[in-house]
């Protein structure tokens, strides 16, 4: 049986992208408004050379990802080479707007879900203010 998603705003991603530590893997699926096409990923957070990188992975059967590569200053890459695939498209897409705040316009042409973890711990959320943003009160400063 399939976890239950529950929708969240793009602005629960910032704190997650923008981490001064690692994270243990935030997971959510994104629905695009216009096509209804949708992707889960997993991102992750890690520092490698006094630099972070956000690690992106897609869904490709349920609960089981596939690594697409490095996402940093605006790209993704994987073994040094530019990812032009539709899912690095689209998770470049998202997180160039996540950078630069473009929340509304993110939310307006996308639907995000998550499946009741959040999104830059992995806990378990057990309230509903929680679980309506997609961060956990230690996690969103609060």
Sequence with gaps: ???????FSSS???PVITSEKNNNG??????S?????DYTFRIKRTEFNERFYTHVYVETQYLEFQYVGSYFNGRIKKKGNYVDTPTAKVMTWILSRVEAEMFETLDEQIEFLHIGNCLKCGRELTDAQSIKIGLGPVCRGS
Excluded: C, G, R
């Design 1 to 7: 049986m399939e976890a239950t998603k529950t929708n």
């Design 26 to 31: 935030a997971e959510f699926t994104v629905v």
């Design 12 to 14: 629960a991603l910032l």
């Design 33 to 37: 408004k216009a096509t209804s096409k």
